[in-house]
């Protein structure tokens, strides 16, 4: 029974935190609108500064009015999602049930586009889903930072926040869902602020500005130890000492090759006398031979 209890338990979590992940995509603004933003933000910076301030100035210059510009609207959607609190009874048990799911959706809704218009800022192409994916996992992970003092990518999920950048879509979405579920068991114990009058709406400004800001600054620092990272070369681009090849020695010259020695000529092989010729002194011995045997009959 209690495994049973446990698995219900894991499955409820789990639709939680994937209907709160699909309520924040449908109501996120599209890229173009951030990016216009963005430029808006920019121009105007560059205006409020001396023409010769550095782009790195401008940038961080931009970057601190994005951060105080969506810390404003997450303060107020915790204002708005407190509201209900001022209606006794039925509107105190609203402020508790549904204020604190409408809390989180916006505020992660308006984090996930400060994230967006941040890397949009730097260059990166929010259009791009593996950008966009990235986005949802800086913001859910450094709200669920910020809200319980616990870094979830290290000690809860395992994962090394240098490794994020070099993750896949697919990756990048298993991680973003296991964020989204522990953020909704998360905020579902917060919202009794919520349930006094007027006292909920201003705590729940002000947390939600000071959250807002904190995850702002984490992102921005993570940004920028992504710039870092691409700036070097990866480890599988690098050849350890001990395997790099030894220069190779300049080949010795080769002496060149003794000039052979022409062959002698062969001597003529002396021609052969016929084998019936005979020497004059053979033949004239034999005649005198013939002669003495033609006496002696005689």
């Known amino acids: 029974m209690p495994q049973a209890r446990g698995s219900k338990r894991g499955d409820e979590s789990a639709k939680q935190g994937q209907a709160l992940l699909t309520a924040v995509e449908r109501i996120v603004d599209a890229p173009e609108k951030i990016r216009g933003h963005v430029a808006e933000v920019t121009e105007q910076t560059r205006d ?6 550095s782009e790195e100035q401008v940038r961080k210059a931009v970057e601190a ?10 303060a107020m959607a915790g204002g708005a999602s407190a509201l209900p609190a001022l209606i006794p009874g039925l509107g105190s048990l609203t402020a508790i049930l549904g204020g604190s799911l409408l ?7 308006f984090e996930v586009e400060m994230v967006l218009a941040l890397a949009a800022a730097r260059g990166y192409s929010i259009e791009d889903p593996r950008e966009r994916q990235l986005a949802y996992l800086l913001a859910a992970a450094h709200t669920y930072e910020a809200s319980s003092g616990t870094n979830p990518l290290a000690d809860v999920l395992k994962v090394q ?60 620092k993570a ?10 070369p ?8 001990a395997r790099r090849p030894a220069a190779r020695k300049p080949a010795r010259a080769k002496k060149p090759a003794a ?3 022409p062959a002698r000529a062969k001597k003529p092989a002396a021609t052969k006398k016929p084998a019936g ?10 005649a005198e031979r013939s002669k003495g045997k033609a006496r002696a009959r005689s």
Do not use: H
């Not at 809390?103 to 809704?109: A, F, G, N, V």
């Open 103 to 109: 809390d989180m959706t916006l505020c992660l809704k």
């Open 223 to 232: 940004l920028d130890g992504r710039k870092k990272a691409s700036s070097q």
């Open 277 to 286: 010729a005979k020497k004059p002194a053979a033949r004239k011995a034999s």
């Open 65 to 74: 009015k994005l951060l105080s510009a969506y810390s404003n609207k997450t």
């Open 161 to 220: 926040a240098d490794a994020i950048w070099n993750y896949t879509p697919r990756q990048l979405g298993k991680i973003v869902g296991a964020l989204f579920v522990k953020l909704a068991l998360l905020y579902a114990g917060k919202g009794l602020a919520r349930a006094v009058p007027l006292v909920g709406i201003i705590v729940s400004s002000a947390a939600n500005k000071t959250l807002t800001m904190r995850v702002g600054r984490a992102v921005i």
């Open 259 to 261: 000039a052979k020695k």
């Open 48 to 53: 409020g500064l001396p023409n010769d301030a």
């Open 234 to 241: 990866r480890r599988s681009e690098k050849t350890p000492a």
